[in-house]
């Protein structure tokens, strides 16, 4: 089941919310790359590239593009004031070392204990593992960014992960179209709703067991 631009754009902003000044904050590909054009000019977030980019921006204007500069998916992006460059070994050195504050990611499948799977489909071409498997161990907090289900109308919140992993237990917040589901030690806490679906329309398309906030928001 495809999602529309509008929906992209309320998962991307309501992410963006989950920044604050000073985060060193790393970008997956796919709806994750949009976070960046709703963070607001006056909060300082450095955003990091696994390609080599410490202070990216969001996606230039139309016509605007610098074929030299992209993220890591091969996207157009910009820079901001006093950003820096390196080669990808040591922008890679900056995850595993733990200087990620958060990595928003996509995924294909994520489990009601926050394991996450967003590498690979058995049987499907693949370009490469990338470095989802060292953001999802290394990152301070994780969150993930995705449809709520797939193509086939099966949820993509798991009670258990059928696709390979990418890591466990892994995943803090996850954001979908239709909720936003905290990972706790007692599972998944559904935390606020997107309009116009309900808190019922959200349990009936996830797999995974939901405890419901006793003050659930709704996103409008």
């Known amino acids: 089941m495809g999602m529309g631009q509008e929906s992209r754009d309320r998962i991307a902003k309501r992410a963006a919310q989950e920044l604050r000044e000073g985060m060193v904050?790393?970008?997956g590909i796919g709806i994750p790359t949009q976070v960046a054009d709703h963070v607001p000019d006056d909060i300082g977030i450095i955003f990091h590239a696994e390609n080599g980019i410490l202070g990216a921006g969001g996606a230039p204007a139309p016509g605007e593009e610098d074929a030299f500069?992209?993220?890591?998916g091969g996207f157009p992006v910009t820079i901001v004031e006093g950003a820096s460059y390196c080669d990808s070994s040591i922008a890679f050195a900056m995850i595993r070392r733990g200087c990620i504050d958060v990595t928003i990611l996509g995924a294909l499948e994520v489990s009601e204990g926050g394991d996450l799977a967003n590498w690979i489909v058995p049987g499907k071409r693949v370009a490469g593992i990338g470095g989802a498997m060292e953001l999802a161990q290394k990152a301070k907090k994780?969150?993930?960014?995705?449809?709520?289900?797939?193509?086939?109308?099966?949820?993509?919140?798991?009670?258990?992960?059928?696709?390979?992993?990418?890591?466990?237990?892994?995943?803090?917040?996850?954001?979908?179209?239709?909720?936003?589901?905290?990972?706790?030690?007692?599972?998944?806490?559904?935390?606020?709703?997107?309009?116009?679906?309900?808190?019922?329309?959200?349990?009936?398309?996830?797999?995974?067991?939901?405890?419901?906030?006793?003050h659930v928001a709704y996103i409008p």
Not at 147 to 162: D, F, I, L, T, Y
Not at 195 to 210: F, K
């Open 142 to 214: 994780v969150i993930v960014l995705m449809n709520h289900v797939n193509r086939q109308g099966e949820s993509k919140v798991k009670k258990q992960c059928v696709l390979p992993l990418t890591a466990r237990a892994c995943v803090d917040l996850i954001i979908t179209e239709m909720a936003v589901m905290e990972v706790t030690e007692q599972g998944l806490l559904l935390k606020e709703v997107m309009l116009p679906y309900t808190i019922e329309d959200v349990v009936r398309a996830t797999e995974a067991s939901l405890a419901i906030h006793e």
């Open 69 to 72: 500069l992209c993220n890591a």
């Open 25 to 27: 904050v790393n970008l």
